[in-house]
């Protein structure tokens, strides 16, 4: 009953404190281009106006295929602060992925056709690895429950530390961070539009936007995973990947989707098969 | 609460659509110098969206003639209300030097409804982010009234 | 009552094979497929309470049956051999010849035509689950196939009707195949599994055209080679034990990792049957069938002869490497498959390569072999049955309406078929998203595989790699112009009643997975020490993770009514066009181009073909499928 309560209450706080993480995040981005930014609450301020917008829909099913998406990524929320299996929460999130690429297809333009493509592209590159991550969890603690990581008295992150950069790798995939903001970005490219988002508007936009805050929680939920001793050690670590991860978003281009296949793949595979091997062979530092 | 909260977000979020009619390019440039860190619009969460179906205030620059025309109305039918039309510079205006041009319709206005006019060949960045303030200003003029029309009705 | 059930499951279908073949009347024949649905149906409904039983009825032990099937085991072949002959096939004609000699050795110098006969019949959960898969699945796609077979005919311009010698066929091969599930004799066993075999390739090539002439050829030798696989297996296991009863065989083998080269066999016979890659081919070629024939026979159960034949034998090779090595196999051709069919714009190709795919999954499940990936591997097997004999329904409909197999050529399909496009859709849905069941297995199996560094590698890019090409399907099908109308669809009744019973049962069966692992799968497994799975308010749970199916059944249901009612169509919303940066035509998928001229985009999906393309990858993959076997043959000895 507890954890239902806590299932409750982290379902309704995530979207507050994604709102904290993206203004933060905007305003450093600001900062590190040596301008002022926006407000903290830019955010909020963002979605409650695409609330306000009169309502314009490009396909009929697409309102649901949003819905789909914001329940999938509540739920998945919720089951992270219920302590639930990984793997489980994991395909939850999954559902709302999906069925965000499916609204995108829906409709016959050119631009969200080609950012649905990309999205898949991406969700290709970043599931494996994370099943990966999953998959060393579980050779560590023999549980893909999060409640054995809690168990735990050293940090994960002292025998994982390859499979964390290879989560670090899905997280700036996932947050469609530069290099990785193939399918779309927070700002438009010219050559896509907007990309996947390209034909969603107001309303079903800001919806996206409440899911996208969701899954950034839940993400740095996983994260936080890795070093669960200390309430100041899982802060530490948190901070350091964010601000990483917007370092990262800053000083790299974007490229193009088959680099991101390749070239991820590749180190993330190598990698986990490196620390999987390790986590095989028994040894525990 | 949430439509107070609604109200004061569409005037702190204005996200841009800009749209070029046939401009020499010189309004063009000065409008995204507004995004560079010297005027940094984001302190007024403005972004560049370059989507119409999500934008707020659709910028044009540029004289419109016969063939833009079309594509200008389209571009203010696919933006959702409520939205803000700011023409810029004197071609935007009015047609500019080539009002008299066989082409040309003129004005931004022929076409589409315009909240904001912001004067200058080329138009400053400082005026041009003027001219989103006060059309932003207008926006809230709208809300007091419909609230005030609400309550009379 | 037991027997009664048994008779009718495997004779039933035979008379009614017969009755189709001779009475040509099409009226008679509708009466007679729903007549034989029903019974089959009924019985396999009925003989869940019965399970596990093992006996031998009467007629097993006459002298005369003995005798009847030794001449029909030799009858068979040389019908095989036929033709091989008639199309000058050396492969057929060889691996036939092969097995003449090795069954005519086997039966007349080595036991002498006296071997005791074993247990005849033995029906665990095992079996009674592949029974109601085939009487089930297999009746409603007969059902199906009369309106199908119709248009078929109608389109190709037969003279003389050639659907009297497809639906005994297919007549044929259920009662086959529910035969083949029953029996505890090896021999028997074999027996069926070669009608299978002769079914397929006479139904691959019904259509007479001669890509169908040549694929079918193409199936007949591979599955001569796992037929002949499977027939030396028998015989080296028959040198040892001295027995063919295979409850006996797996009790006295199980544990003492011996006799791993005749187990190594029958694995590469399932595999041959399961288009396992470097088997793949023949299944591929299979498409050329009839649509209905693609469903029985390529999807929902003839190919998961071959995986039924791996999960019944596992517990006798469980904890040796020859396992391990089969988990390998497995989990590569889940990811190779799907790998190639990412590349696949033809419909009927991503369904036969995810079929392989997914019939990798299982394999792989059993080759890790603990009592929860057993698990996994049967509620994968279910719930890809139904899944999948939906989705080739729904192709086969589609195909006959617009004419085309492409995935392209459905781009906005919701405006034509609605009922279809929204069918195959959800049918898509319930392969790749939780709470359905196929997600419980694959979840299930990639907790059970953790264990394995190969085996979770390949599992976690193929698992990545499905998601995709699925998704990109589903998307495309519901679009249609930007005012979402469709126009009403006419489907035929026989089309209707398949289609709807599969996918509600799709999604039905998935919220009781809890109960049908407790009352189906549990009570198969002996000797336990604790259960794999425990379940307690619809979750499935053990110490290394949980599967709350009710719960996430309830949210699904809330969420996907409340977001239907929260989008259903309002006045206030304003359709828009999709952007086009420009001006759109009037006709969706056009804009107006430069002189005013109304050009129409194409769009197409990505399908990676420089990363996923048959070319690329076919020579690679089936040379490292080729030295997995052998390296599998290899660790037996």
Known sequence: ?285 | ?153 | MFENLITTLTFCPLVAALACYFLRGERLRSALVIVTGIVLILSAVLLIGSAPVSMTPALFTSVKFKTFIQSADFLLLGLILYFGIKFKNRIIIGLSLLQVIILGYFEFFMTAGTHEAPVGIFCDHLSLIMVLIISIAGSLIVLYALPYMKNHEKHLKLKKSRQPRFFALLFLFIGAMNAMVLVNDMMLFYFFFEITTLCSFLLIGHDKTEESKRNSLTALWINSLGGATLLIGIVLIYTQLHTLDIQSIISQVQGKDILLIPLALLCIAGFTKAAQMPFQKWLLGAMVAPTPTSALLHSSTMVKAGVYLLIRFAPAFAGTSLSTLVAVCGAFTFLSAAALAIGQSNGKKVLAYSTISNLGLIIACVGINTHASLTAAIILLIFHAVSKALLFLCMGSIEQHIGSRDIEDMRGLFGEMPITALVITLGILTMILPPFGMLIGKWMAIESASGNLLVILMLALGSALTVVYWARWAGILMGSDFSGKSTPEKMPLFSKIPLFTLLSSAILLGFLTPIIYSSMILPDFSGLVAAPFSIHNGIIFNNQGSFAVYPLFFIAIVVFLFALFLSRPKKAAQQVSPYMSGIQGKQPGSFVGPMNKVTTYTQSNYYLSAFFGEEKLSNLVNMTAGILILILIGVSF
Not at chain 1, 241 to 260: K, V
Request: with cysteine.
């Open chain 2, 1 to 153: 609460m949430l439509k107070k909260l609604i109200e004061k977000s569409q005037i702190k979020s204005p996200w841009i659509v800009h749209y070029d009619c046939g401009s020499c390019n010189g309004c063009d440039i000065e409008t995204l110098a507004c995004l560079t860190p010297l005027y940094d619009v984001e302190r007024f969460g403005v972004l560049n969206i370059g989507n119409p179906k999500h934008a707020d205030v659709l910028l044009v620059t540029g004289t419109v003639n016969h063939r833009n025309k079309k594509v200008l109305k389209n571009i203010y039918d696919q933006m959702s209300d409520p939205k803000l039309i700011i023409a810029i510079g004197a071609c935007g205006l009015s047609g500019g030097i080539f009002k008299e041009a066989y082409n040309v319709v003129g004005g931004v206005d022929k076409v589409i409804p315009v909240d904001v006019y912001v004067p200058g060949c080329p138009a400053k960045p400082e005026a041009i982010i003027d001219g989103v303030v006060e059309g932003l200003a207008k926006l809230g003029e709208l809300q007091q009234q419909n609230k005030t029309d609400a309550i009379a009705s």
């Open chain 1, 1 to 285: 009953m507890t954890l239902f309560l806590y299932a409750i209450i982290g379902v309704i706080l995530a979207p507050f404190a994604g709102v904290l993480v993206v203004g933060l995040d905007r305003i450093l981005t600001a900062k590190f281009q040596s301008r002022i930014g926006p407000p903290l609450l830019q955010p909020l301020y963002d979605i409650c106006k695409l609330w306000g917008k009169k309502p314009m829909i490009a396909h009929r099913f697409q309102p649901l295929c949003v819905y789909i998406y914001l329940a999938a990524a509540m739920v998945s929320v919720g089951m992270f602060f219920a302590q639930s299996d990984l793997l489980l929460i994991f395909f939850v999130q999954a559902v709302g992925a999906i069925f965000f690429v499916i609204g995108a297809l829906l409709v016959p333009s050119p631009f969200s056709q080609a950012g649905g493509n990309r999205e898949l592209i991406q969700i290709l590159t970043y599931e494996p690895l994370i099943i990966l991550v999953l998959a060393g969890i579980y050779l560590y603690t023999g549980s893909f429950k999060i409640d054995a990581i809690y168990a735990l008295d050293k940090p994960l992150l002292i025998n994982l530390p390859l499979l964390f950069i290879v989560f670090g790798y899905a997280l700036t995939i996932k947050l469609k961070k530069s290099p990785f903001d193939i399918s779309a970005s927070h700002h438009a490219h010219q050559e896509l539009v907007r990309g996947v988002l390209t034909e969603y508007s107001g309303k079903m936009l800001a919806l996206i936007e409440m899911a996208h805050l969701y899954e950034t929680i839940l993400i740095l939920g996983l994260c936080s995973l890795f070093w669960t001793t200390s309430i100041w050690g899982m802060a530490l670590l948190l901070v350091i990947t964010y601000l990483l991860e917007i370092i990262i978003d800053n000083i790299c281009a974007r490229m193009s989707f088959r680099w991101m296949l390749k070239s991820v793949w590749t180190t993330g595979i190598v990698l986990s098969a490196i620390n999987l091997i390790w986590l095989y062979s028994g040894a525990r530092i």
